[in-house]
Each structure stands twice: as structure tokens, then as C-alpha cells.
């Protein structure tokens, strides 16, 4: 199976994936409070869980794919490089970050009591907003070079710094607006990754 199929496949499956953890199977909310949440992912059972490494999982896989398709293009020499081997180092961050709040959020549905849930949930969130941020650099620089290189079609391009803008504001502002832009930020990052596996597929085509 040839690189591009792989890449392709990882960042559609992985989208679509994620969407159905974090979307239809979570049962907290963005509003919720660490306390809030715990007690949600602990009443949640086996639903929960499932949720969790759905959600998760499939966002390790996109970013994966994220990681191969950033150093091919750095590899590649081309215009966008410069841009995309930085965007490489920092998924690669964002990855390691995941995998380590996949253990927080999975432990949250183990622990022993609602205290100990509420203490991992808090390191997640303080995670979260970190990963956030690094995201949406990642996005911007990735979206930099496929639109200067041209390699994938310039809609995933946009669709990428629009991602890349609206999770880097959400990190530093608060309330209502914060999250109205997270919806926006992390809708615009899926869309994006299915795009990019899409056109990736028939590139190799």
C-alpha cells in the first residue's frame, strides 16, 4: 500500500472516528466543570470509555498521518519546507500530548472516587488548552505550505488556517466566545483532515 493511500485512509478514518467519540458518544460537555465532567465519565461506564479512546484514538491517527504528510513535504524540498518541517516537530508534540491525556481521561473513568476523577480531568483541561494552541500553529504552517507548494487542493488549505486562527483565539480568550470558537476551530480542523485525505487518495489515483 503505497504512502499516499496510507495517509489518505489514517486521516479520513481517524476524522470520522474521532467525530463519533467526541461528538455522539462523550457525555460531557464543553460547559462542564472538572467536578462536573468526572462524575459524567464515571456514571458514563462502558459508553464513556468507548467515547474516550474513539475520541482519542482517532485523533492520535489523524495526527499520525499529520506527522507523515508534514515530513514528506519538508523531505520533499519544495517552496512550502521550510514551513512544513516545523509543522512536523510540532505534531509530533501535539501526538505526545494526546497519548498522555488519553491515560488522564481513561483513568478519570476508573478512579476510585469523584475527587480523584475531578483532579485528572483538571490536568486534561490545563493539557488541552496547551495542545490547542500548538494545534493551531501546527495548522497554520501546514496550511502555509500546501498553499504555496499547490500539492493538495487550496480548499484544504483555507479550511486549515481557518482552523489554525480560530484554535490559537480560543486559547486565550474565555466564556462564551471561547468556546463558540472552539466548535468553529475544531469543525474547521475535521472537515479540513477529511478534505486532505480525500484529495491525498486521489492524487494517488
Known amino acids: 500500500m503505497g504512502s499516499k ?25 464543553p460547559d462542564d466543570s472538572s467536578a462536573e465532567l468526572a462524575q459524567k465519565l464515571l456514571d458514563g461506564g462502558v ?52 497519548v498522555t491525556a488519553l491515560g488522564f481521561e481513561y483513568g478519570s ?4 472516587s469523584v475527587q480523584e476523577a475531578a483532579i485528572l480531568q483538571g490536568v486534561t483541561a490545563a493539557g488541552g488548552g496547551a495542545s490547542s ?5 501546527s495548522m497554520l504552517l501546514l496550511g502555509v505550505g500546501i498553499f504555496i507548494e499547490k500539492n493538495l487542493n487550496i480548499s484544504t488549505s483555507i479550511l486549515a488556517v481557518i482552523a489554525s486562527i480560530t484554535l490559537i483565539l480560543s486559547a486565550f480568550l474565555s466564556g462564551d466566545i471561547s468556546t463558540t470558537l472552539q466548535w468553529i476551530g ?14 491525498t487518495l486521489r492524487s494517488d489515483s
Not at 496510507?6 to 467525530?19: N, V, Y
Not at 459508553?47 to 498521518?65: D, E, F, H, N
Not at 494552541?133 to 500553529?137: A, E, N, P
Open 186 to 199: 475544531w469543525s474547521s480542523f475535521m472537515l479540513s483532515t477529511i478534505l486532505m485525505g480525500v484529495f
Open 47 to 98: 459508553t464513556a470509555k468507548i467515547a474516550i479512546l474513539m475520541g482519542y484514538g482517532g485523533m492520535i491517527t489523524v495526527l499520525t498521518a499529520l506527522v507523515v504528510m508534514s515530513r514528506g513535504m519538508a523531505m520533499g524540498g519544495g517552496a512550502g519546507s521550510s514551513y512544513t518541517n516545523i509543522a512536523m516537530i510540532l505534531f509530533m508534540a501535539v501526538l505526545a500530548g494526546m
Open 133 to 137: 494552541l500548538i494545534l493551531g500553529v
Open 109 to 112: 473513568t476508573e478512579a476510585g
Open 5 to 29: 493511500i496510507q495517509i489518505g485512509l489514517l486521516l479520513i478514518i481517524g476524522t470520522i472516528c474521532a467525530g463519533i467519540g467526541w461528538m455522539g458518544l462523550y457525555p460531557g460537555g
